[in-house]
């Protein structure tokens, strides 16, 4: 079993491109890189193309995440046509580039009900499907728990869209869970319980789960900032790293700190520490 450990983006160690990215991940020792898109697709096919073979002969595992500007709850018909204009460019992108899953922040109630905004969400991601299937783009959509109360996507919503859609499965952000209040993470048991429900609900996801962490400022409305591990232990990430290590899950852990690859490095060798 086992659990890769990467920044959300390019290494703060290296400069360059993406493909220097990859390069100096497999270089620090980690084995994963999520590829940032959140401001638009920009990378060329031909620059994917060339990412795909270096990134699977250096062993780094690689994701996405689609652009920020993404809602599927709303009402408004050129926001959906957008929304899934960026949702596809960066699965399309992913996949040329030998990725894994991309993730994506569904959307927000602005004033429907949890019902309608599910059922909105929903259609929309089947049609992205849809698209996807007909261009033979092999790629998961990971659904980030957001961190704001206002926005949909809470973990048990994208749980159950994960189980009604094929191409669907949460991305676990588990600062956002903390600041959300959904879950408060303090010790493996709180932990320990999230990976419970996940395995209950969607098997073995848990042998393949795609999750963002690091530590968060916030307020009673959710999340503010995500701030760099040690400074207020909200969620601590030694907990987080006995469970992973005692139970045998595997998948991929990106790490959103400040410090990118420093703070992956940590948690990766508090890992190991936990697994000898």
Same mark, same amino acid.
């Given at each position: 079993?086992?659990? &890769?450990?990467?920044?959300?983006?390019?290494?703060?160690?290296?400069?360059?491109?993406?493909?220097?990215?990859?390069?100096?991940?497999?270089?620090?020792?980690?084995?994963?890189m999520?590829?940032?898109?959140?401001?638009?697709?920009?990378?060329?096919?031909?620059?994917?193309?060339?990412?795909?073979?270096?990134?699977?002969n250096?062993?780094?595992?690689?994701?996405? !995440? /689609?652009?920020?500007?993404?809602?599927?709850c709303?009402?408004?018909?050129?926001?959906?046509t957008?929304?899934?204009?960026?949702?596809?460019? /960066?699965?399309r992108?992913?996949?040329?580039?030998?990725?894994?899953?991309?993730?994506?922040?569904?959307?927000?109630?602005?004033?429907?009900?949890?019902?309608? /905004?599910?059922?909105?969400?929903?259609?929309?991601?089947?049609e992205? =499907?849809?698209?996807?299937?007909?261009?033979?783009?092999?790629?998961?959509?990971?659904?980030?728990?957001?961190?704001?109360?206002?926005?949909?996507?809470?973990?048990?919503?994208?749980? &159950?869209?994960?189980?009604?859609?094929?191409?669907v499965?949460?991305?676990?952000?588990?600062a956002?869970? !903390?600041?959300r209040?959904?879950f408060?993470?303090?010790?493996?048991?709180?932990?320990?319980?999230?990976?419970?429900?996940?395995?209950?609900?969607?098997?073995?996801?848990?042998?393949?789960? !795609?999750?963002h962490?690091?530590?968060?400022?916030?307020? =009673?409305?959710?999340?503010?900032? !995500?701030?760099?591990?040690?400074?207020?232990?909200?969620p601590?990430?030694?907990?987080?790293?006995?469970?992973?290590?005692?139970?045998?899950?595997?998948?991929?852990?990106?790490?959103?700190?400040?410090k990118?690859?420093?703070?992956?490095?940590?948690m990766?060798?508090?890992?190991?520490?936990?697994? &000898?």
């Amino acid at each position: 079993m086992v659990v &890769r450990f990467g920044p959300a983006g390019i290494p703060i160690q290296c400069e360059g491109n993406t493909l220097d990215g990859i390069k100096c991940c497999a270089d620090l020792g980690l084995g994963a890189m999520e590829m940032e898109f959140v401001h638009g697709v920009r990378m060329k096919d031909d620059s994917a193309t060339i990412i795909e073979p270096i990134a699977k002969n250096l062993n780094i595992s690689l994701s996405s !995440h /689609a652009p920020y500007y993404i809602n599927l709850c709303s009402k408004e018909k050129q926001k959906i046509t957008n929304s899934k204009r960026h949702i596809f460019q /960066a699965a399309r992108t992913t996949f040329l580039a030998g990725g894994i899953i991309t993730v994506f922040h569904p959307g927000f109630y602005q004033k429907q009900s949890p019902k309608e /905004a599910y059922e909105r969400a929903k259609k929309v991601l089947k049609e992205i =499907e849809s698209q996807l299937k007909q261009n033979n783009i092999q790629v998961r959509l990971g659904a980030e728990n957001v961190g704001k109360k206002s926005a949909f996507g809470s973990l048990e919503e994208n749980i &159950r869209l994960s189980q009604e859609l094929e191409m669907v499965e949460p991305c676990i952000d588990f600062a956002h869970l !903390h600041a959300r209040g959904d879950f408060k993470l303090k010790d493996e048991t709180d932990y320990q319980r999230i990976f419970n429900l996940l395995e209950k609900e969607l098997g073995d996801y848990v042998k393949r789960f !795609h999750c963002h962490f690091s530590e968060i400022e916030y307020s =009673e409305k959710g999340e503010r900032n !995500h701030l760099v591990l040690g400074t207020n232990n909200e969620p601590p990430f030694k907990p987080f790293m006995k469970v992973l290590a005692e139970n045998g899950y595997s998948g991929t852990v990106i790490c959103e700190t400040p410090k990118l690859d420093i703070d992956a490095i940590k948690m990766m060798k508090e890992y190991e520490k936990r697994k &000898r």
